[in-house]
């Protein structure tokens, strides 16, 4: 388990102290796919990058298995930072050397035999499904080759922690689901806890377990990602997660209620069961469904009647199916 407590992380500056990272407490699960996401500046990567001591924090500790990385001696951190492999959004490959030969460098950085090592990248070449292009140069390979070999590279001293720094941010939609899918894939098969850095609420939808949400330097809210999806309590996440269309929708009608859908739920006949019983019918101003960790969640904003009675009917029969909702402004 990667645990952080009380981490803070403050640059100096001309202008005075900037605080990127303010006492921050977050517990990763072994096994897990977590998301930490949030606007740019927020802090993300910032933390991310202390999580390995790439940067290290002004204060706070940095646990890894119950050992703290901040307070061990150097030679030490390099033992414990083989557990832990890193993407990143640029991929950071070394143009001058084959595809193979990337993936074997920190095999070679641990004087690892040249045979045993060239056995080891072609095994992690194949499991990204790259193993036909050992020989090709990166600059022979597409965006999405490229990143699925900087995966392989990442995997070459089995970390037990991965690291994805904005990983598919250069990429375009198609090649990010195929980077998504092979991730979720690697967490599967190898048990590697996966760590995603992102600013994007549909790539912590599409692989993650849990996620934290970052604002202004803080951790704001974290949970299940089906959890935070349906219930957001913070401004920021509800931002993330429902892009302000909620807010934008005009309606010159009673007031806006908007209703989350979980589970069983999402596939229960709730609006027309609602015209159909009590004779009353409502205006869709907004729907939205997602597969969530094989689960199906939505959000769905009605305009409810004018006359207070009416609505009053209208809520009633949302709580008796068991529907979720909240009155929007």
């Known amino acids: 388990m990667i645990e952080l407590v009380h981490l803070q992380k403050v640059y100096p500056s001309a202008a005075g102290e900037v605080r990127a990272?303010?006492?921050?407490d977050l517990k990763i699960e072994d096994g897990t796919v977590f998301g930490i996401i949030g606007l740019s500046g927020a802090g993300k990567s910032t933390l991310v990058r202390c999580i390995n001591l790439l940067e290290k924090p002004t204060s706070g500790q940095v646990l890894l298995d119950g050992e703290d990385l901040t307070a061990v001696?150097?030679?030490?951190?390099?033992?414990?930072?083989?557990s832990i492999g890193?993407?990143?959004?640029?991929?950071?490959?070394?143009?001058?050397?084959t595809v193979e030969a990337n993936v074997r460098f920190p095999l070679e950085l641990v004087h690892t035999k040249r045979a045993e090592a060239k056995e080891r990248a072609l095994e992690l070449l194949e499991l990204v499904g790259l193993k036909e292009k050992a020989g090709a140069y990166p600059s022979q390979l597409s965006g999405g080759q490229k990143q699925r070999v900087a995966i392989a590279r990442a995997l070459a001293l089995s970390p037990k922690y991965l690291l994805c720094d904005e990983a598919t941010s250069a990429l375009d939609p198609q090649t990010t689901e195929s980077i998504l899918a092979l991730?979720?894939?690697?967490?599967?098969?190898?048990?590697?806890?996966?760590?995603v850095i992102t600013h994007e609420m549909k790539v912590v939808e599409s692989i993650c377990t849990d996620v934290a949400v970052i604002d202004k330097s803080r951790i704001v809210e974290s949970g299940k990602v089906a959890d935070v999806f349906a219930f957001p309590k913070s401004e920021i996440a509800k931002e993330l997660i429902i892009p302000g269309l909620i807010r934008s929708v005009k309606s010159?009608?009673?007031?806006?209620?908007?209703?989350?859908?979980?589970?069983?739920?999402a596939d229960t006949p709730v609006i027309s069961g609602l015209a159909l019983r009590l004779g009353i019918s409502v205006n869709i101003l907004y729907a939205d469904t997602k597969i969530i960790d094989g689960g199906t969640y939505g959000h769905m904003v009605i305009t409810l009647p004018e006359e207070e009675e009416k609505a009053e009917l209208v809520k009633r029969h949302l709580t008796e199916q068991c529907v979720t909702?909240?009155?929007e402004l």
């Open 21 to 24: 990272l303010e006492d921050i």
């Open 73 to 82: 001696k150097k030679k030490r951190l390099l033992e414990l930072r083989r």
């Open 86 to 97: 890193m993407i990143f959004q640029s991929f950071n490959l070394f143009e001058q050397r």
């Open 183 to 195: 991730l979720k894939d690697i967490n599967k098969q190898l048990g590697v806890t996966i760590i």
């Open 252 to 265: 010159t009608g009673g007031k806006k209620l908007r209703l989350v859908f979980h589970g069983e739920e």
């Open 325 to 327: 909702f909240k009155e």
